[in-house]
């Protein structure tokens, strides 16, 4: 299995609150990934990196940001967490441009928006 | 505008055959990669295709038809084990990332 851990695994936090989820990588891979995925919906980008500081938004990407300031470190945070945000989210990454089509994900995070 | 359909849920008995659908429509095509993921779980990798034709790997195959922007995933010798959701995947270049569908969850019945 590819190395890639997800933090927290669960949360709940309260509407207006700042929340950060943390994916963490060993497998040295360029591209990483947000995704959310809710019922009816399956998964949705939200933001993808192809490299440190390089990153751009993906479908979903209203009032999330991420940041990437290491090879293995993706953040996904939200401003100001709403209940729409409630959802659970993955995290993916891939070895290259030529290989986004074979993504590993992580094992999610469960957030819940009160 | 890009979209993706497949069937919401599919029900197979055990040690049948079944065939999930996946037709798109995409501005670009660049290949169509299948996911499964079991209930609790995480999306992992299952196949792709670049090309028209067939994918065998084990019980599973996957095909793809770029003239009739179609593709299936075929599930053999089904076993209980194989009850997920299993989605389809379009990369409409080598630059940008995958689009998935809303899956399809298989149910295997005794």
């Known amino acids: 299995d590819a190395g890639i851990t997800q933090s927290p695994r669960h949360k709940v936090t309260e509407t207006g609150t700042p929340v950060t989820l943390r994916c963490h990588q060993t497998?040295?891979?360029?591209?990483m990934y947000w995704y959310r995925q809710d019922p009816g919906h399956g998964l949705r980008l939200i933001h993808y990196?192809?490299?440190?500081?390089?990153?751009d938004k993906g479908e979903v990407s209203d009032g999330y940001s991420v940041s990437r300031s290491k090879t293995e470190d993706f953040l996904l945070t939200l401003e100001s967490a709403t209940s729409s945000q409630t959802s659970v989210y993955f995290c993916?990454?891939?070895?290259?441009?030529?290989?986004?089509?074979?993504?590993?994900f992580g094992p999610g995070t469960r957030l819940t928006v009160t | 505008g890009q979209s993706l359909e497949q069937p919401s849920e599919v029900t197979a008995v055990e040690g049948a055959i079944v065939q999930i659908n996946c037709t798109y429509q995409?501005?670009?095509?660049?290949?169509l990669s299948w996911y499964q993921q079991h209930d609790g779980g995480a999306p992992t990798f299952l196949s792709y295709n670049g090309l028209d034709g067939l994918e065998e790997t084990g019980r599973f195959s996957s095909f793809l038809s770029r003239s009739d922007s179609y593709g299936y995933l075929l599930l053999q010798e089904l076993q209980m084990k194989d009850s997920a959701s299993y989605f389809c995947a379009v990369a409409r270049s080598g630059n940008t990332p995958l689009v998935f569908g809303k899956g399809t969850r298989l149910s295997v019945i005794a």
């Open positions: 993916a990454i891939s070895e290259s441009r030529a290989s986004q089509t074979e993504q590993y």
């Open positions: 497998e040295n891979h360029r591209y």
């Open positions: 990196s192809y490299g440190v500081k390089d990153t």
């Open positions: 995409t501005s670009g095509f660049y290949g």
